[in-house]
């Protein structure tokens, strides 16, 4: 009896072995939405646009992950190295600029992107704070960067 169980032992034990190796190589698959990213913000890092992943900022009115932590957000924006532009933050409200901080020329700008929710600039930095899930096929980076260079010479 004892001699037995101690053949069936190995046996599971290589069984479970195999189980998790499978596992870990099926937990490692890339989800068709993160590929999509992935190839949207090389897509954007190529064309000029600086893409990242940063903490919903309060005035932007991003709803919060949680009650104490903000929820994390795509923020692309172009570098203008010779510009010395003024502080303007404004969120888009019905598909125009609504400042809440800085140079209210901008307010009532019109804006025809999809999930943009809020823009800001200063210094030499202008950039959009945006649902990237609005345009997963990437199809509106070149205007966005157009977008974004035009505010910079308003």
Partial sequence: ????GMEH???W???IIVIFVLGSIFGLRVSPREKALGLMRDKARKMGLHPRLVPAPEWTKIPMASENRASMVAY????IPD???ALMRACVVENKLHVVAGDTKFN???IALKGIYAIDMQAN???MYWDEEADLKATQL???KSYLHSLATV
């Fill in 1 to 4: 009896m004892i001699g037995f």
């Fill in 9 to 11: 032992l190995g046996l």
């Fill in 13 to 15: 034990v290589a069984i």
């Fill in 76 to 79: 692309y924006s172009v570098l």
């Fill in 83 to 85: 510009a010395r532009l």
């Fill in 108 to 110: 009532d700008y019109p």
């Fill in 125 to 127: 930095c202008v950039g």
């Fill in 142 to 144: 070149e205007e966005m």
